[in-house]
């Protein structure tokens, strides 16, 4: 059974009265989603309940986790069914949508089977009364076989044995489908194992996941079943467990709300994680979630790797470079992406050679992130990324592309798809294709559909555009006191690009008082080419080592990848030429990661991640240095000009 909803408005303790359990006056908000079980009234069985907490920043995740058909629960209340403001409560927007748009959350499913029960929660309150059949609940009736409407006070339990009586036939109405006897023994045992295992300390459960083949293997021994994978599939759709398959997983998530509350944890108000996030323009590691949130909270590396894979999986983010095997993964999250990139879009161009618009009534949260989704798991590093939008560039067709969200007073929502380039109508038929895959899942259907294109349209090669302007950035350590020309070679190499036409990005030009050096950072990692100018201070420095390492970690950890993007020069304190010099480097890393370890627990939530890159900077820069000392570096201002702009 799903609880459909708007913020605030008494879906919790409706399913603490269904639980039996007493009212709470002063509960706080639902945050993220919490399962739990209820009897089903007067009937043979248990709802299992996913209680959806209301925050704006939900909305778009909780459809990930309806995989087939439910009782729906729609709680309402006149206030809350009149307003599509934001109210901020505690930090968090909520967002109430009107009655009618969680219908058509609903319809998604497209199931006339589907049981739907409104309730009018709160008419205990002054001023309030029984409203009676939503207008929009009594459009719905013609849609489905069984929607009933109800009004009550889960503060003082009028109308609570109305509502029962309507579940009870909800349930009846349901029509689950019917199992074998093996199978239905199998589920029992999973769902026992996972109660007993629910009643033991945290530290103390040992049944969260099960393996493929421990999955085969109660199979075989508890059902006798022929064809487990099969029936696994059912289990997933049925919302008993959760299966992690991919190219480098396969496992069975069973203790879901332990996942769960791992992954909505991000979100939570009362952690700054999410704050981060938003910093680092979605952009993230396990390593990095691991110093925010996870690893105070005792979950292991391995665990904590699951965590990233249940979120990719589940369309919360994606991959755009390095490993998950060697752990230089790094993703994104599209709700935490800029609203827009403030003109550094790659493919912006005023007149494509093809476009086209899909409009409709109404765009469900999530969608724009699963076309975000679809595109950057293909696209990876090579894409450009914003909250409502993406663009890049298809090597096949040597074309450049832009998805984007939109609005139109009178059309009402868009989404627009453009492409300029010598093949730009053959991609973009492909990008349709893919749009209106993903407006399938969603079952969105726009008001104008898109010229005919072929079912055979070969997916995307993303690529760099070779015509997208290039930035360069240099990377080095400010002179000092003590050193006041270590900048020196800097400046003169920058005067002698500007004369050859070559703008070089730096710290120095680029960041006024007041205004954040890691957004500056941020934007050095991503750049196109970048001069890294080593010195003794450079290597002693945490700002310079987390550019030098965080390009690194965006070339995937990969030498050529890393090789591709940097241009190198080092000064003679440098010291990087021999073992000695780059195991001191090393030492002097470690040794500041364990000065730090006493302080630990009265640090902030960002020191605490730059600490954690202190343990990176000692694993994996000596390996970076050995790399670069392989090299011939220039020597001399002339050599740099002519090797760095060449």
Not at 187 to 213: G, H, V, W, Y
Not at 328 to 355: K, M, Q
Not at 527 to 545: A, E, F, Q, W
């Amino acid at each position: 059974m799903g609880f459909s909803p708007n913020g605030r408005i008494g879906k919790t303790q409706i399913c603490n009265r269904l639980r039996d359990k007493p009212f709470e006056s002063n509960a706080d908000s639902t945050h993220g989603i919490q399962l739990v079980n209820a009897p089903i009234p007067g009937g043979k069985g248990s709802f299992r309940i996913w209680d959806f907490g209301g925050q704006e920043i939900y909305h778009g995740t909780h459809a990930l986790f309806f995989r087939t058909r439910a009782v729906f629960l729609l709680v309402w209340t006149p206030e809350t069914d009149n307003s599509e403001e934001d109210i901020p409560v505690y930090g968090m927007q909520f967002r109430n949508r009107p009655v009618e748009w969680w219908l058509n959350f609903v319809g998604l499913f497209k199931d006339r089977s589907t049981p739907l029960v409104a309730v009018q929660n709160q008419i205990d309150r002054e001023g309030a009364y029984d409203r009676g059949d939503h207008p929009a609940v009594a459009l719905m009736r013609d849609n489905l076989d069984y929607c009933r409407s109800l009004a009550m006070s889960a503060s003082t339990g009028e109308g609570l044995a109305s509502l029962k009586e309507r579940l009870k036939f909800a349930a009846d109405r349901f029509n689950p489908p019917l199992i074998g006897a093996g199978r239905l023994a199998v589920m029992k045992t999973l769902q026992k194992m996972l109660a007993e295992d629910q009643a033991k300390p945290s530290k103390d459960r040992q049944n969260r996941t099960l393996t493929m083949s421990e999955f085969c293997d109660l199979c075989e021994k508890t059902g006798g079943i022929s064809s487990p994978e099969q029936f696994l599939s059912f289990l997933h759709n049925a919302g008993e467990l959760f299966w992690l398959c991919s190219h480098d997983a396969d496992i069975i998530i069973l203790d879901q709300a332990w996942a769960l509350e791992a992954i909505y944890a991000i979100y939570d108000r009362e952690r700054k994680c999410w704050t981060n996030l938003l910093q680092n323009r979605g952009r993230f590691s396990r390593q990095i979630m691991g110093s925010f949130i996870w690893d105070a909270q005792g979950y292991t590396d391995e665990e904590q790797k699951l965590f990233v894979s249940f979120m990719c999986q589940s369309g919360i983010c994606f991959k755009v470079s390095g490993r998950e095997d060697d752990d230089s993964a790094v993703y994104i999250a599209p709700d935490a992406l800029p609203e827009n990139l403030e003109g550094e879009h790659p493919a912006r161009f005023e007149t494509p050679d093809e476009e086209h618009f899909y409009w409709f009534d109404q765009v469900f949260p999530g969608f724009m992130r699963a076309i975000l989704v679809a595109i950057g798991h293909r696209a990876g590093i090579n894409g450009t990324y914003w909250r409502h939008g993406c663009s890049g560039y298809d090597e096949r067709r040597q074309a450049r592309f832009r998805i984007e969200k939109t609005h139109h007073e009178d059309k009402g929502h868009g989404l627009h798809l453009s492409a300029q380039g010598p093949h730009a109508a053959d991609l973009l038929g492909s990008l349709c294709k893919l749009s209106e895959s993903v407006m399938e899942l969603f079952a969105m259907t726009p008001k104008s559909l898109a010229p005919n294109h072929s079912e055979g349209y070969p997916d995307l090669e993303y690529g760099l555009d070779p015509n997208a302007p290039k930035s360069f950035f240099v990377s080095y350590a400010w002179g000092d006191d003590d050193d006041p020309e270590r900048a020196q070679i800097v400046d003169e190499f920058c005067a002698r690009a500007e004369e050859e036409g070559t703008h070089i990005r730096r710290d120095k030009n680029e960041i006024m008082f007041g205004q954040s050096i890691t957004e500056f950072m941020e934007k050095l990692v991503e750049g196109d080419r970048i001069l890294l100018v080593l010195t003794n201070k450079y290597l002693h420095s945490v700002p310079c080592m987390t550019e030098l390492y965080n390009v690194w970690h965006s070339a995937g950890h990969d030498p050529e990848q890393f090789l591709l993007k940097v241009k190198l020069f080092a000064a003679p304190d440098a010291n990087i030429f021999n073992p000695v010099g780059r195991g001191l480097i090393g030492k002097y890393w470690h040794e500041e990661y364990e000065n730090q370890m006493s302080v630990l627990n009265y640090m902030g939530d960002r020191d605490r991640v730059a600490h954690n890159q202190l343990r990176r900077f000692y694993t994996h820069v000596p390996d970076i240095l050995e790399l670069i000392s392989d090299r011939l570096l220039p020597r001399s201002l002339d050599d740099l000009v002519t090797y760095a702009l060449d």
